[in-house]
């Protein structure tokens, strides 16, 4: 992987940073104590990326993530990744959670039998936790057992991801008729 730009750019949650390669989106990263510390996250991950002028297809990816962070119903998934730096176990796990829509959401063991292993909760959420592209695989809307909020690696824990979540709902409960559909 050969990670060419990277750039911060404002959305509902904070600063947040993209990098990328010539084949997709390399990874994201959620706001820091400040835009700076934000922005050295990412230095640190990709040391190779450069503050450049990002090409369409990452305006795009930018435009659709601040959209859904402001309540739009995306999944995101037209968003290109570059998985050259993805282990085949997290890539199975990140498959499957990219598939959850907006407003839904799966527990680390539902995600575990989805690849087929179903004794894996505990490997998914290490895998989750490793995610490079959160927000575009959604590890947000992987709950523990029971529906309980789980862990979050992301900057803020798990108030970030309850946040997330509220924006996703409230952007699901939006698009829902205010009385019932009955026939008259």
């Not at 989106?25 to 959620?30: A, D, E, S, V």
């Not at 570059?82 to 282990?87: C, N």
């Amino acid at each position: 992987m050969s990670t060419e730009g990277l750039v911060l750019f404002e959305t509902p949650i904070g600063p947040c940073g993209i990098s990328w390669s010539a084949r997709g989106i390399t990874g994201l990263q959620f706001p820091g104590e400040s835009a700076e510390a934000t922005r050295s996250e990412l230095a640190r991950r990709f040391p190779k990326a450069r503050d450049i002028e990002p090409p369409a297809f990452v305006t795009e990816a930018i435009a659709a993530i601040v959209a859904l962070l402001e309540g739009a119903d995306d999944d995101l998934t037209s968003i290109p990744l570059d998985p050259d730096h993805i282990p085949p176990f997290n890539q199975r796990v990140y498959d499957v959670t990219r598939a959850i829509p907006p407003g839904e959401t799966l527990t680390y063991g539902e995600v575990a039998a989805a690849i087929g292993e179903p004794g894996a909760a505990r490997a998914v959420g290490r895998a989750l936790g490793e995610n490079p592209y959160p927000i575009i695989i959604p590890c947000h809307r992987v709950l523990a057992a029971g529906g309980k909020v789980g862990g979050f690696s992301g900057t803020g824990g798990i108030a970030t991801k309850r946040r997330i979540l509220a924006i996703e709902s409230r952007a699901k409960l939006d698009e829902l008729p205010l009385f019932g559909g009955g026939a008259d």
